[in-house]
């Protein structure tokens, strides 16, 4: 049997859908929009597996902010009442058929990332649904992401009219230009057109840093960075190595 794994970034999609609310504190109503957009993607995809990955809700940053103390400290926590209302959201997706993969200290992202290369590696479809971008360093001809809000695949085309760089360049990139998002400053005097045209000429941090030929306006703001470029893309850089605790038999999706 051919698989197709639809894995939910769940807190992308719950918070987008929460924020859109006119009563942000009217749970049921986030929850039954969210399922509908569920029924949607299901719809549209036909999954065998399916997933929704859930972010720890504790206050720790993880092994990221002791690279980058910066990273993410300065995110809005998450509003009380969907805080409080996060089992009730899982258990409409539950009776959905719809499990709930729950991380315990790892980021949703770096489960999802190790979820999904293991199941592409075995010549399984993968499809992660979420808006984020870094997902985007993950693709492969078997691994696909899926903007359900904007209705778009942030495949190699998107990536090249986005960024200017190849997926496999990503975090090379993010490396140079940092992600303004999670507080990841990347090399200061790098923009995204900087970082771009380096890229395509170098092709990777570690080429540009041992590169003797640079141009003195670039070699000026890259001297003495090379550390805190590293770190940078060691940040953006997905893990795929967490141990996940299931086997794919557990998430077999059968609709209700």
């Known amino acids: 049997m051919s698989i197709h794994l639809v894995i939910i970034d769940a807190m992308n999609l719950i918070r987008r859908v929460h924020a859109a609310q006119p009563n942000p504190d009217d749970i049921a109503s986030t929850a039954q929009v969210c399922c509908r957009a569920l029924t949607k993607i299901i719809r549209s995809s036909e999954p065998t597996h399916m997933v929704a ?57 770096d489960m999802i990332a190790t979820l999904a290369l293991k199941v592409a590696s075995h010549n399984g479809q993968v499809t992660i649904v979420s808006t984020d971008k870094g997902y985007c360093q993950l693709l492969q001809p ?16 998107f990536i090249e009219k986005e960024f200017s760089v190849a997926p496999q360049q990503l975090t090379d990139y993010w490396g140079l230009v940092g992600i303004s998002s999670s507080g990841v400053t990347g090399v200061p005097g790098i923009g995204p057109k900087s970082a771009s045209s380096l890229l395509n000429q170098y092709g990777t941090l570690d080429d540009l840093f041992a590169a003797e030929n640079i141009e003195p306006k670039w070699q000026k703001k890259l001297e003495g960075n090379q550390g805190l470029a590293m770190r940078c893309k060691q940040v953006a850089t997905l893990k795929t190595d967490i141990t996940l605790g299931f086997n794919l038999q557990d998430i077999r999706f059968s609709a209700k």
């Open 142 to 157: 078997t691994l696909r992401i899926r903007d359900y809000f904007q209705q778009r695949w942030l495949d190699s085309p």
């Open 53 to 109: 990955v859930f972010d720890h809700t504790e206050q720790d940053r993880g092994w990221r902010a002791e690279l980058v103390p910066e990273y993410k400290q300065g995110r809005k926590p998450m509003p009380e009442a969907l805080q409080q209302g996060l089992d009730t959201i899982q258990d409409a997706f539950w009776e959905m058929g719809i499990d709930s993969l729950l991380s315990s200290g790892d980021e949703a992202d």
